[in-house]
């Protein structure tokens, strides 16, 4: 049999003195304010369910804690928590991932008097939000807790910590819970735990394993279902073996389970990411003339794997087709076949698809934006690239990729009169240049030959506080070195010592660039380390 016992000590030493955290458990009062109202107008009557709905609502997560001791402790006329606040302030704390203050809380509901019924649902979330932090060792101490709060612990609760496990990689501690499940947990495993228990498997690369539970699950009374069948496939299509994933779809046939889109989306993927796109089409062919859709994932994929192959054409195709059928694209999928399309010298196509996209009501988006704008930069076409970033400004606000994009291009095509008007206009809307904006600045100005405004561009990064990197030396010391004044980077170098923002990468740069000319270097670098102690 697969699924031996396991001695159940073997989980001891997952429980340190601490119950949700190996550190000292933070103090509820240093969260409690004083004996005002942390928030005004405060309610003359105040009942469970509008407590809840205040933390519910309460954005700052501070604030939201202070609410609920302030209620406990200084609500006039008195008031008790009971399962539902406490349930509401656990929640929201760990969610926002505010660990500290919630160990001290579940200590104070455990001693709560009279005792506070407690549901599973409460310990289901914690689980839950402490494995998304990938704090999967206070997940199981949770877990092995509940019973301290006289809640019996469900399969719903092991579930969810078998979820957590897989989340951070833990597959070999959800093959242990899952075997000592029973014996020492009082649980007996559904069919939702023996897939957790296959997908695992199945991460972990061991799909023969995860193949035996397959035989296995009608011994324990239950019967596989099409998540079953479907994770399987899922691991051997992962490994490449095609031949195996169509053996198991077929044995799902026999048995007569339906494949659905997921099923059917796997097994493509897996010939997607081999090149094997015949057999992938095959598949859809297949889908689609046994009456199920195919949905947006389906085509994500089909759409992916073509541009990977650079079948820019195909891609385009599929992507009329999925907008046709009024499936959204994400902005990722999008800018695949923008890629595809001008890689392929199609940049007027792509810019009809970014036209039929905004006609389809998909949201214009900064990432696709540039993407476009970058490839009608580098065709020369930064006028068009202007009239679109134009168009897009109106109804939406760029991000800096954006400004960096079409600066980069401008200045590549030296309109450095343009980019100076759009940094202007960047300025203006708040949004901060970075060292990239910067350095496209001063190589546009060098190439122009006006290595001056390049350097006094590099004074204005100082002052503002943007730290200048590698790059930007390198750019400066190229175009003096063409503009022939030379000996002006050492005021250059100078300017960013006596700034204070050299990093390490700058320094050896400066070093190499010095040490040509031993006796120079030297009395260079006598002048640079005088002036940063006199700084």
């Given at each position: 049999m697969?699924?031996?016992?396991v001695n159940?000590?073997?989980f001891?030493?997952?429980?340190?003195?601490?119950l949700?955290?190996?550190?000292?458990?933070?103090?509820?009062?240093?969260?409690?304010?004083?004996?005002?109202?942390p928030?005004?107008?405060?309610?003359?009557?105040?009942?469970?369910?509008r407590?809840?709905?205040?933390?519910?609502?309460?954005q700052?997560?501070?604030?939201?804690?202070?609410?609920?001791?302030?209620?406990?402790?200084?609500?006039?006329?008195?008031?008790?928590?009971?399962?539902?606040?406490?349930?509401?302030?656990?929640?929201?704390?760990?969610?926002?991932?505010?660990?500290?203050?919630?160990?001290?809380?579940m200590?104070?509901?455990?001693?709560?008097?009279?005792?506070i019924?407690?549901?599973?649902?409460?310990?289901?979330?914690?689980?839950?939000?402490y494995?998304?932090?990938g704090?999967?060792?206070?997940?199981i101490?949770?877990?092995?807790?509940?019973?301290?709060?006289?809640?019996?612990?469900?399969?719903?609760?092991?579930?969810?910590?078998?979820?957590?496990?897989i989340?951070?990689?833990?597959?070999?501690?959800?093959?242990?819970?899952?075997?000592?499940?029973?014996?020492?947990?009082g649980?007996?495993?559904?069919?939702f735990?023996?897939n957790l228990?296959?997908?695992?498997?199945?991460?972990?690369?061991?799909?023969?394993?995860?193949?035996?539970v397959?035989?296995?699950i009608?011994?324990?009374?239950?019967?596989?279902?099409l998540?079953?069948?479907?994770?399987?496939?899922?691991?051997?299509v992962?490994?490449?073996?095609?031949?195996?994933?169509e053996?198991?779809?077929?044995?799902?046939?026999?048995?007569?389970?339906?494949?659905?889109?997921?099923?059917?989306?796997?097994?493509m993927?897996?010939?997607?990411?081999?090149?094997?796109f015949?057999?992938?089409?095959k598949?859809?062919?297949d889908?689609?003339r046994?009456?199920?859709?195919?949905?947006?994932?389906?085509?994500?994929?089909m759409?992916r794997?073509?541009?990977?192959?650079r079948k820019?054409?195909?891609?385009?195709?599929?992507?009329d087709?999925?907008?046709?059928?009024?499936?959204?694209?994400?902005?990722?999928?999008c800018?695949?076949?923008?890629?595809?399309?001008?890689?392929?010298?199609?940049?007027?196509?792509?810019?009809?698809?970014?036209?039929?996209?905004?006609?389809?009501?998909c949201?214009?988006?900064?990432?696709?934006?540039?993407?476009?704008?970058h490839?009608l930069?580098?065709?020369g076409?930064?006028?068009?690239?202007?009239?679109?970033?134009?168009?897009?400004e109106?109804?939406?606000?760029?991000?800096?990729?954006?400004?960096?994009?079409l600066?980069s291009?401008?200045?590549?095509?030296?309109?450095?009169?343009?980019?100076?008007?759009?940094?202007?206009?960047?300025?203006?809307?708040k949004?901060?240049?970075?060292a990239?904006?910067y350095?496209?600045?001063?190589e546009?100005l060098?190439?122009?030959g006006?290595?001056?405004?390049?350097?006094?561009?590099?004074?204005?990064?100082?002052?503002?506080?943007?730290?200048?990197?590698?790059t930007?030396?390198?750019?400066?010391?190229?175009?003096?070195q063409?503009?022939?004044?030379?000996?002006?980077a050492v005021?250059?170098v100078?300017?960013?010592?006596?700034?204070?923002k050299?990093?390490?990468?700058?320094?050896?740069?400066?070093l190499?660039?010095?040490?040509?000319?031993?006796?120079k270097?030297?009395?260079v670098?006598?002048?640079?380390?005088?002036?940063?102690?006199?700084?």
């Open positions: 697969f699924l031996p016992r159940p000590t073997r001891h030493p997952l429980l340190p003195s601490r949700f955290s190996t550190s000292t458990a933070a103090p509820l009062q240093q969260y409690f304010t004083d004996n005002h109202p928030i005004k107008p405060w309610p003359k009557r105040l009942f469970p369910k407590l809840v709905s205040m933390i519910t609502q309460q700052n997560i501070d604030l939201a804690l202070q609410i609920f001791l302030y209620a406990g402790k200084s609500h006039p006329g008195g008031f008790t928590h009971n399962y539902d606040t406490y349930h509401s302030i656990l929640f929201k704390l760990s969610r926002a991932r505010a660990f500290d203050p919630i160990e001290s809380l200590k104070q509901l455990r001693n709560s008097y009279p005792p019924k407690c549901g599973e649902n409460l310990f289901i979330d914690l689980l839950r939000n494995g998304l932090a704090r999967f060792e206070s997940s101490r949770i877990f092995l807790r509940i019973p301290d709060y006289n809640v019996k612990r469900s399969v719903r609760s092991l579930n969810t910590l078998l979820n957590v496990l989340q951070n990689r833990r597959f070999d501690l959800v093959h242990s819970m899952f075997k000592n499940s029973k014996e020492s947990f649980i007996t495993p559904n069919i735990t023996c228990l296959v997908k695992a498997l199945c991460k972990k690369n061991d799909v023969e394993s995860a193949y035996k397959l035989d296995e009608p011994e324990m009374g239950l019967v596989p279902n998540v079953t069948y479907t994770t399987i496939l899922g691991g051997y992962a490994r490449g073996d095609m031949e195996a994933g053996r198991v779809l077929g044995e799902m046939l026999d048995r007569g389970w339906e494949p659905d889109a997921t099923t059917y989306t796997v097994l993927d897996g010939y997607c990411k081999l090149g094997r015949s057999e992938a089409a598949v859809m062919d889908m689609e046994n009456g199920i859709e195919a949905n947006e994932v389906t085509y994500g994929v759409i794997g073509l541009c990977k192959e820019a054409g195909e891609a385009r195709n599929m992507f087709e999925m907008l046709e059928r009024s499936f959204m694209p994400d902005s990722s999928l800018c695949k076949v923008i890629d595809a399309l001008c890689e392929d010298g199609k940049v007027d196509e792509a810019c009809s698809l970014w036209r039929k996209m905004l006609k389809n009501n949201m214009p988006d900064n990432v696709l934006l540039s993407t476009l704008i490839w930069c580098r065709e076409r930064v006028k068009e690239a202007r009239e679109l970033f134009d168009e897009f109106r109804g939406s606000i760029p991000s800096l990729l954006t400004y960096n994009t600066i291009g401008m200045c590549e095509k030296g309109e450095l009169t343009e980019a100076g008007r759009l940094w202007d206009d960047m300025v203006e809307r949004c901060k240049p970075n990239f904006t350095n496209v600045l001063i546009g060098c190439k122009k006006n290595v001056k405004e390049g350097v006094r561009v590099l004074e204005e990064m100082l002052e503002n506080g943007c730290f200048p990197n590698k930007t030396f390198l750019i400066l010391f190229e175009g003096l063409e503009s022939g004044k030379e000996e002006d005021k250059v100078s300017m960013a010592v006596m700034s204070g050299v990093d390490r990468e700058c320094w050896e740069l400066f190499r660039k010095f040490a040509g000319e031993l006796d270097g030297v009395v670098l006598e002048e640079l380390l005088h002036e940063v102690y006199v700084s």
